[in-house]
């Protein structure tokens, strides 16, 4: 399911396109659709050097949450038409319990990297007649988790938003995609149903062509944005059986 943008997006074929965090999980399997829809060059982002493992794609050393380093990526590629904020870290940081400093990092990285990457980048977008950014999000941008990790990706939605609508005027499409589980790295501990980042990237990738402005990728995320104007309770039903505790506790007395 997606929010669709103008009649076109942004075409794949024959273009150069960059990935934050491309070497693996979800951003390795957009890497790799992106190839196969044509894409003559894709930028693959990661904090350490990686071998070469195809001669389309250019492997980029990139710490979203260093300036200087941002800069640099910007200047190395200057012909992108495509660019995924994929790069994100989840640190399992109980929101009322850890040391800030966790949280910030995590903030860092989840919205400060996304806001740095989309202001280097925002100008070579603007030279194309089509250009898109994606932003990954997630179902936690609108269920809170009690974590750090769900508080900079609900901070990265309200971002997202004034970049979609900052950036339509040049030309470039700015699509959030929620999703749930994925089967990638950073919840390789939980014991969940996971969806393929081949799908997910399958489904980015139209987004992509259609110039959607958004893409709900799973049943999670479609379920929790459709609860989004009801009473609170809707997605936190702790809070009315809390409330009717409550209640029969005044009763008691």
Do not use: C
Not at 59 to 66: A, I, Q
């Amino acid at each position: 399911m997606s929010s669709m943008g103008p009649a076109t997006g942004t075409p794949i074929e024959g273009v150069a396109a960059l990935i934050t965090g491309g070497h693996r999980g979800f951003g390795r399997a957009l890497v790799d659709e992106l190839l196969e829809r044509g894409a003559a060059k894709v930028y693959s982002t990661s904090r350490s050097p990686h071998p070469r493992r195809d001669e389309r794609i250019v492997p980029l050393v990139l710490d979203v949450s260093d300036d200087a380093s941002v800069t640099a990526a910007a200047e190395a590629a200057p012909d992108v038409s495509i660019v995924v904020n994929n790069a994100g870290i989840a640190l399992g940081t109980p929101l009322l319990e850890v040391p800030l400093a966790d949280i910030r990092t995590e903030l860092e990285t989840n919205l400060f990297g996304m806001i740095r990457v989309a202001r280097a980048f925002a100008p070579s977008l603007g030279l194309h007649t089509a250009s898109s950014m994606v932003n990954i999000l997630s179902v936690a941008s609108w269920l809170a988790l009690g974590d750090g990790y769900s508080v900079s990706k609900a901070a990265a939605w309200s971002a997202t938003n004034s970049m979609r609508v900052k950036l339509l005027g040049q030309g470039t499409i700015v699509t959030a995609v929620h999703v749930g589980y994925m089967d990638t790295d950073l919840i390789s501990g939980f014991d969940v149903t996971k969806l393929d980042p081949r799908d997910v990237a399958r489904q980015t990738a139209d987004a992509i062509v259609t110039g959607s402005f958004e893409l709900l990728a799973d049943d999670a995320s479609r379920m929790v944005k459709a609860h989004l104007s009801e009473d609170i309770a809707a997605l936190y039903p702790e809070l009315s059986l809390g409330a009717a505790a409550a209640a029969g506790s005044s009763i008691e007395r």
